[in-house]
């Protein structure tokens, strides 16, 4: 069955040119011009990934980003005319999965969703069984797409489970924000560097007392701090 994309975008020729092109692209494609109506179709189900416009006209569009992430944390990918990088920042610590700032190429956004939700699914044929690290302190199950430290599950974005699963499975080495971008991202993305830092704050938030899994390498990057167990 094909993934459900609903599209939020207040903007008629834009939602309906974004509608089209991602059913080329064999999803299903459902579209509303408020964020009322988004959070209530959230709130149904059926709804894989959602692309959303933050400048919509009745709701603040971090609340229907919210919404999402309450209904069993659906995959985001954040269209906006905002180019600050603190709206960026913002949208991230939110738990946006990607952002693309308006204007931009229909074919740019599909790939985009594309990417996620082939992060968000994984492949499970072939896949090793549960990992750990740390004598156990972390412990990463690529089949079931979970990780756990000190036995508790931790709720990751697909982003995020994408940069503690590459950096643990390159044992100590260091990884730069730009190739941390194409590690996770699947694509270059300008300027997308810069909001690495708040995808690992937010990773290291969520790890809790053991944010210190993730090791910074001060004018470099990251890398993991933990060696894997035998």
């Known amino acids: ?29 459902r579209t509303t011009p408020l964020g009322a109506e988004a959070i209530r179709l959230l709130g149904e189900g059926g709804v894989d990934l959602v692309v959303l416009d933050l400048g919509l006209p009745d709701v603040d569009g971090l609340d229907v980003l919210a919404a999402a992430r309450a209904a069993g944390g659906v995959p985001t ?41 082939h992060r968000l699914h994984g492949t499970d044929g072939g896949a090793p069984g549960p990992v750990s690290y740390g004598r156990g302190r972390l412990r990463i199950d690529e089949a079931r797409h979970q990780a756990q430290v000190s036995g508790q599950v931790v709720d990751l974005t697909p982003t995020e ?39 690992i704050k937010n990773l290291r938030r969520k790890l809790d007392d053991h944010g210190d899994i993730i090791a910074t390498v001060l004018g470099v990057g990251y890398r993991m701090a933990l060696r894997r167990d035998p």
């Open 161 to 199: 489970w994408g940069l503690l699963t590459a950096m643990a499975g390159a044992q100590g080495r260091v990884f730069s924000r730009y190739e941390l971008v194409n590690r996770v991202r699947g694509y270059e993305f300008a300027g997308y560097e810069r909001t690495i830092d708040s995808h």
């Open 77 to 117: 990918v954040v269209l906006t005319a905002r180019s600050a990088v603190e709206d960026r920042i913002r949208g991230l610590q939110q738990g946006a999965d990607d952002y693309v700032t308006k204007p931009f190429s229909p074919t740019e956004l599909v790939l985009r969703v594309q990417a996620v939700l």
């Open 1 to 29: 069955m094909a993934d459900a994309v609903l599209i939020v975008e207040d903007e008629r020729e834009l939602r309906d040119l974004l509608r089209r092109y991602l059913e080329r692209a064999g999803l299903t494609a």
